[in-house]
């Protein structure tokens, strides 16, 4: 138990990342993608609802003339997550026919969602797609090949929330990254 914060800090076993350290990756990523994709306008897409957190922030570090969607998925099952599909809950608003496509997620956990995402949007016929994710769990990983193309932290197998992860929808406007005590979910 933490017990220097608020209420929400009492329900976590460690702050695994503080604001600081996310504040100072996603200054360098936003500096990173911004010379990156120098003379283009890129279409940063969001991954709800964990990657609206980062989503926002990232997108105010990238100095280009880009252009947001979002995008709501969820996975028909543990059965079909295997088999890698996912429904889209919500789709993008624009098509994407010749853009660059960069996608936000919060986390890369066994990679199934991202792999199927990355192939979906491929056949609107994108011109280029990168990945951009905050966290990642490599020790997790079912998809070998997927590749990342940035990733701020790789993490260790644990349960973590804040900064747009949750659990039970809980936790996403804390603003550091933490472990969650098993406490609360082995209630
Ligand atoms: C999380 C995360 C990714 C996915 C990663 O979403 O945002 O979309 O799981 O897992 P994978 O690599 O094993 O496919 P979640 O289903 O928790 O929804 P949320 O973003 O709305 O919390």
Do not use: W
Not at 61 to 68: C, G
Not at 117 to 125: D, Q, S, T, W
Request: charged share 30%; proline share 3%.
């Amino acid at each position: 138990m933490i017990e220097t914060e608020g209420r929400m800090y009492q329900d976590l076993t460690k702050i695994l990342v503080t604001r600081e350290e996310i504040a100072a990756k996603v200054d360098e990523l936003g500096k990173k993608i911004t010379a990156d994709y120098q003379g283009k306008a890129p279409v940063l897409i969001c991954i709800l609802k964990g990657g609206a957190v980062f989503f926002t922030d990232l997108a105010r570090a990238i100095d280009l003339p880009l252009t947001m969607e979002f995008m709501a998925i969820s996975s028909y099952g543990s059965a079909t997550k295997t088999s890698g599909v996912v429904r889209v809950v919500k789709d993008l608003d624009n098509d994407i026919l010749n853009k660059d496509v960069i996608i936000v997620e919060d986390i890369v956990d066994s990679g199934v969602t991202l792999n199927y995402l990355k192939g979906m949007l491929g056949h609107r016929g994108a011109a280029s797609i990168r990945i951009v994710t905050l966290l990642d769990k490599p020790a997790r990983r079912r998809v070998k090949d997927l590749k990342v193309d940035y990733s701020c932290f790789n993490i260790p197998d644990e349960f973590v929330v804040g900064y747009g992860l949750d659990y039970d929808q809980k936790y996403r406007n804390l603003p550091d990254i933490g472990v969650l005590s098993p406490n609360v979910y082995e209630k």
